[in-house]
């Protein structure tokens, strides 16, 4: 009947309206404001090379919610990808970490570079060419200091255009770098990698989760194989042993990341971090 109908429909409606429900409605809302509240800011990771000397960070974004205090990216930016939020986010990221780690350099006297995470839905996005280019211009950072981090699924999911964008990126930009995060933890790409203009990858956190146990050692001489007979650059993530750094399949990478070697800290702790 009608009427069991209408019962059923409210169950369901008040099984979805679970607290993780509720959450995402609240993160939802509070993104549309969270830019203009000042609510967001962003921590840097050091990357360093062999030495273990500082060579670059990585750009993390973070949200200081009024209600829910610290928000990791994690559990914000696949709703912002959702909604489109991340077009404005990820352009306020480019302009504060481009601007922040070019001071940095120039206050210093370093040469850095910075590694900025882009989504998908970013690069897709027809005016992205153009906040790329205003925000490089705006920092005057050098694009030989420049990285951006991009997943799999862009490749995946549209790997024609995936070609053509980033060759564009290379062409206007020339110097900036191209690399492919969470490296392996897709697995389709390997077919286009060789016509994609891809500077390096990050050889994904899971497969060094694992060292020194040694289920992963083929895959990882594989990848740094592949890498290195495509002239790539590696960065190992995820380090947090020593034992991990040291691996020797991992001897050829060029950057080494992980909360061994730094955490994600703000500006200010990265000039304390670099002045140690
Ligand atoms: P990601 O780009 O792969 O960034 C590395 C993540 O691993 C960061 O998490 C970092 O804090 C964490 N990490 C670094 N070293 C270690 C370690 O030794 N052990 C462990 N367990 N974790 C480590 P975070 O900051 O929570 O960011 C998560 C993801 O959110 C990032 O993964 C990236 O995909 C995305 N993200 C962060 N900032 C931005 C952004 O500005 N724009 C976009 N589009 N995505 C972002
Ligand atoms: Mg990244
Ligand atoms: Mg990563
Ligand atoms: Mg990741």
Known sequence: SSKEGGKNRYTIFSQDLTLSAQNKWIIDQGLKTALINQEMFLNYQPIVNRDGKIAGVEALIRWNHP??????????????????????????????????????????????????????????????????????????????????????TFLLESPEMAI??????????????????????????L???????????????????????????????????????????????GIETVEQQHYPPLENCQYFQGFLLGKPMSRKNLIQFIEG
């Open 191 to 237: 077919h286009y990698l060789s016509r994609l203009p891809v500077d390096c990858i990050k050889i994904d956190r899971s497969f060094i989760k694992e060292i020194p146990e040694d289920n992963n050692r083929k895959i990882i001489n594989s990848i740094v194989n592949l890498a290195t007979s495509m002239d790539m650059e590696m960065v190992a993530e």
């Open 67 to 152: 209600e829910k205090g610290l928000i990791f990216p994690d559990d914000f930016i696949p709703s912002a990808e959702e909604s489109g939020l991340i077009n404005p986010l990820g352009q306020w990221v480019l302009e504060h970490a481009l601007v922040d780690i070019e001071e940095l350099n120039k206050s210093l006297d370093l040469d850095l570079f910075v590694s900025v995470n882009i989504s998908t839905r970013q690069l897709k996005a027809a005016d992205f060419p153009d906040i790329l280019s205003m925000a490089i211009k705006r920092s005057a950072i050098h694009l030989k200091n420049l990285r951006l981090e991009l997943t799999e």
């Open 164 to 189: 053509s964008t980033l060759i564009k990126l290379k062409k206007d930009h020339p110097g900036l770098k191209i690399v492919i995060d969470d490296f392996g933890k897709g697995y389709s790409s």
